[in-house]
């Protein structure tokens, strides 16, 4: 699949449609509203300024147009506060229109709408759900009236652990006060034409986080998202998510209510083990789509690979880092900029003809002195403002993350970028592309130095993620599982706390430490218990010393 994604013919400009639902319709809710959207099993996740509408398309790019169907898709959370105090806000987070979101939208069946522009237009950015923080009810609702016309569904974060959250009052920091989340759901469940939904983190325990849910789906919810992490579990501190909770809810929640699982997701092999494990109707991926946005695409079949797609020797493979930047690049230029990409070479394989025309020109930086008082510099860029052009560069880090890592002029390159300058970010994508030459041909000629010993990468691949549900100590499976070489796309595997706490990148709280203490004598507890080994059985026996065996008549009762 080495095109670009094309829209349909006319998508966008001057489409002439209803996005809104009739009030004179019936309100689908629940299951029925989630089979009228196609019963989409992959969902991108919500990100804060990371899963903004250029990176959604990205991502559906990378599905055939009919499995496409089968992503849903969040825009990042949305302060409901702040989109309806101004207008700039708006626009710098959500473009629907061409003429912004100046005034509330009229909801009318009858509605045209002739000035389409990017966020939720029906040809290429559905289905999409549109996600708000809030805590208080009035606030939320007017924010949500603002998009309804532009989204199938407005969703309220409950899940957010950061400490903005916790100062704001919003995300997982209101899972304390389940009348207030009640309210904020309910009253968008009564008030708008479209369904509502909400993303939760698990609780304590698994009945507590039952009682939860079904507070939410009472007050109206018709999907859940549920997140298999507490709200503490973030950072060095994230750990493995608890699928066995999601199951739990699964069997015990209104056979209608829909769930979509949060978690551990780290390659498309995991969709299927997490929609088997935990019986969600859908999967939800976050920080693995950031690393990888092909994650939700099925590879190519062998020998189907084309340019765009690398397979190794041992037959793992993945999308190329440069192939990936190239489309993210061309996504930018048609749709937010609105301008022919540059024209482009094809990307080189190692048993492409040499030529005589150099692959890359030279764009060194010049020696030149520069430029004095008196002569002119070069205009400073305009201050970028698209959504879609600010992330640009948080995303090429995460993207580029094994690469930057051998290629510290890549690195360096991408640090220097700035918001809006596209020239800048072409240079990067030009070092990327030479850097991948490189190892391209690298692995070519010395392919033992990118393979795993054989028995450790089939031991790898055999327990992969699925037997890190069950072993908390290390990740190294997990590791080995999803390595490829620098220049392939590949998700980051987090280290687990204790791995982080034996690095020293870890350092527990005193209260964690005692949490920590307590759980060990709990184990230890539990395993003498099974052996029938006391602690002062224990001791006697590592100390060495000799001791007579005392007559059963010589003991005394204290």
């Known amino acids: 699949m080495d095109r670009l994604y094309e829209p349909p013919v006319g998508a966008g400009v001057g489409l002439v449609k209803s996005l809104s639902t009739s009030p004179a319709r019936k309100k689908l809710t629940g299951r029925a509203y989630y089979e009228s959207l196609g019963s989409p099993k992959m969902?991108?996740?919500?990100?804060?300024?990371?899963?903004?509408?250029?990176?959604?398309?990205?991502?559906?790019?990378?599905?055939?147009?009919?499995?496409?169907?089968?992503?849903?898709a969040y825009t990042p959370m949305l302060h409901a506060r702040m989109f309806i105090e101004t207008?700039?806000?708006?626009?710098?987070?959500?473009?629907?229109?061409?003429?912004?979101?100046?005034?509330?939208?009229?909801?009318?069946?009858?509605?045209?709408?002739?000035?389409?522009?990017l966020d939720g237009n029906p040809a290429f950015d559905r289905p999409l759900i549109v996600?708000?923080?809030?805590?208080?009810?009035?606030?939320?609702?007017?924010a949500a009236r603002y998009v309804q016309s532009y989204c199938d569904v407005v969703d309220l974060n409950l899940g957010c652990p950061q400490g903005i959250a916790r100062r704001g009052k919003y995300g997982a920091f209101l899972q304390e006060d389940w009348d207030?989340?009640?309210?904020?759901?309910?009253?968008?469940?009564?008030?708008?034409?479209?369904?509502?939904?909400?993303?939760?983190?698990?609780?304590?325990?698994?009945?507590?986080?039952?009682?939860y849910a079904k507070t939410i789906v009472s007050?109206?919810?018709?999907?859940?998202?549920?997140?298999?992490?507490?709200?503490?579990?973030?950072?060095?501190?994230?750990?493995?998510?608890?699928?066995?909770?999601?199951?739990?809810?699964?069997?015990?929640?209104?056979?209608?209510?829909?769930?979509?699982?949060?978690?551990?997701?780290?390659?498309?092999?995991?969709?299927?083990?997490?929609?088997?494990?935990?019986?969600?109707?859908?999967?939800m991926s976050a920080e693995g789509n950031l690393y990888d946005p092909t994650i939700f695409g099925r590879p190519p079949r062998a020998g189907l690979e084309g340019r765009e797609y690398w397979r190794g020797r041992d037959g793992k493979g993945g999308y190329r880092m440069d192939a990936v930047f190239r489309r993210y690049m061309d996504i930018l230029y048609r749709y937010v900029l609105e301008t022919p990409p540059p024209p482009r070479k094809p990307l080189f394989l190692p048993w492409d003809l040499p030529s005589t025309e150099p692959m890359f020109e030279d764009h060194t930086e010049s020696t030149e002195q520069p430029p004095t008082k008196r002569q002119k510099r070069d205009p400073k860029p305009e201050k970028?403002?698209?959504?879609?052009?600010?992330?640009?560069q948080a995303h090429l880090f995460h993207l580029l993350r094994p690469l930057v890592s051998q290629h510290t002029e890549v690195r360096d390159a991408l640090a220097r970028c700035r918001a809006g300058d596209v020239s800048a970010f072409e240079n990067v994508l030009r070092l990327v592309e030479k850097a991948t030459l490189e190892g391209l041909i690298d692995y070519e000629a010395h392919p033992e130095k990118y393979d795993d010993a054989p028995e450790e990468a089939s031991n790898a691949e055999a327990k992969g993620l699925e037997a890190e549900q069950t072993d908390y100590e290390s990740s190294v499976a997990t590791v080995k599982a999803c390595k490829r070489p620098w220049w392939v796309c590949q998700p980051y595997v987090r280290p687990l706390p204790k791995e982080a706490l034996e690095k020293g990148s870890l350092t527990l709280s005193k209260k964690d430490k005692r949490k920590m203490d307590e759980e060990a004598m709990e184990l230890k507890r539990k395993a003498d218990k099974a052996t029938g080994v006391s602690n002062r059985e224990d001791l006697d026996a590592?100390?060495?010393?000799?001791?007579?065996?005392?007559?059963?008549?010589?003991?005394?009762?204290?």
């Open 87 to 117: 207008v700039k806000f708006r626009d710098r987070h959500f473009q629907p229109t061409r003429s912004g979101l100046v005034s509330m939208p009229q909801v009318d069946g009858d509605s045209i709408h002739t000035d389409l522009f």
């Open 542 to 558: 590592k100390d060495g010393l000799e001791r007579p065996e005392i007559a059963q008549q010589a003991m005394v009762c204290g």
């Open 384 to 392: 970028a403002t698209s959504p879609n052009l600010l992330s640009m």
């Open 219 to 283: 007050a109206g919810a018709s999907i859940l998202t549920v997140h298999g992490r507490q709200r503490d579990q973030k950072g060095h501190k994230t750990g493995l998510a608890d699928w066995s909770i999601l199951r739990y809810l699964r069997e015990n929640l209104p056979p209608d209510t829909v769930i979509f699982a949060n978690g551990n997701i780290l390659r498309h092999e995991d969709i299927a083990r997490c929609l088997e494990k935990t019986g969600a109707d859908g999967v």
């Open 131 to 142: 996600q708000f923080c809030a805590n208080e009810p009035e606030e939320l609702l007017e």
């Open 43 to 72: 969902i991108l996740a919500p990100m804060v300024d990371q899963s903004e509408f250029a990176w959604r398309v990205l991502t559906r790019s990378f599905m055939s147009r009919e499995a496409s169907k089968d992503l849903l």
């Open 180 to 211: 207030r989340v009640y309210k904020l759901i309910n009253i968008l469940h009564i008030n708008l034409n479209i369904p509502v939904s909400a993303k939760i983190r698990i609780l304590e325990t698994r009945e507590k986080t039952l009682e």
